[in-house]
Each structure stands twice: as structure tokens, then as C-alpha cells.
């Protein structure tokens, strides 16, 4: 019996043992990396959705009153609140969009009801704040700052004639 073959296999494998330990180490390098850059595009996804979701709902709720002067700005709650009429039923209603509590609101009501609260309101997303402000009577100014304090300023133009 040669005892140098016998050294030669145990090297052979060592070489092959530590050749797959590098393996996975690479492996297990690329999926830590490739984890890293997932939960990252998930934050920053997440941190512009409530910010893109907010300024579509409202600049969509506008489009859609988009009425003969059926959309202004009102204060309520001692907030400035975005206020849409429209008629069913041959009755007069009021879409109400605020915010409340760290999330911006909806309430849907009469228009002749003026003694409702703040919190009966639906919950449509959690931000921080929401202001608006009528600049003309066809352009409307909003600010919203989301949850992570993000704030954007957005202008929404109704197209729409007065009734006046």
C-alpha cells in the first residue's frame, strides 16, 4: 500500500469540502444582498404610497363633482375642508374631505345637516396632515404630508364654470 494516495485523497477532499463551504457562503452572500435591496424597495414603495394614494383620491373625488361650481373650500372642525355638493334624489349632499386624527376622512351627508362630528367620518388613508385652499374660483391648493412626514403640494383645477 502507498501512503502518499491515501494523503492525496484526504486533500482532494478538503479541497472539495471547503470549494462547496465557499459556495454557499457566496450563495448565502447574494441571497443577504438581495434580501437587503427587497426590503428597502418595499420601504420606499411603501413610504410613496400613502403620499401618490392621497393625491390621487382627492384630485380623482374632485373630477368626478366637477359640477357647475359644486366644488369649494369650507371651514369645518376648524380646519379648511374640501366639500363637493351633488344631488340625489332631488335632495342636496355634501362629500366632506378632511383629515382627522392622523388620517384623511370622508363623511357624505345632507347638506342642510350641520350638526355632525368629525370622527363619523370613513377612514380613507393615514397621513399626517391635509390642508386645501381655494386660490381662484376654478383652482384649488392642497397640501398633504404623509405618515413618514413627507410633504407634497399639489394644485387641482376645476374645469367646471361657476353657478353663479
Known sequence: MNPN????????????????????????????????????NVAQT??????????????????????NGAIYVEELFGKNVLVMQQTVDDELYNTYIYD???????LFARADLNNF???SGQKILKIHSFDISQISESLLSAVVTSDNGVTERFFITVR?????
Do not use: W
Request: some cysteine.
Open 160 to 164: 367646471s364654470e361657476s353657478a353663479e
Open 100 to 106: 382627522y386624527n392622523g388620517y384623511l376622512m370622508e
Open 46 to 67: 411603501s413610504e410613496n404610497y400613502s403620499q401618490r394614494v392621497s393625491i390621487a383620491y382627492i384630485t380623482e373625488k374632485v373630477r368626478q363633482s366637477d359640477i
Open 117 to 119: 362630528y368629525p370622527q
Open 5 to 40: 494516495a491515501d494523503k492525496r485523497h484526504v486533500i482532494d477532499t478538503v479541497f472539495v469540502i471547503c470549494l462547496l463551504l465557499l459556495f454557499l457562503l457566496s450563495a448565502l452572500t447574494v441571497i443577504a444582498i438581495g434580501a437587503s435591496i427587497y426590503k428597502k
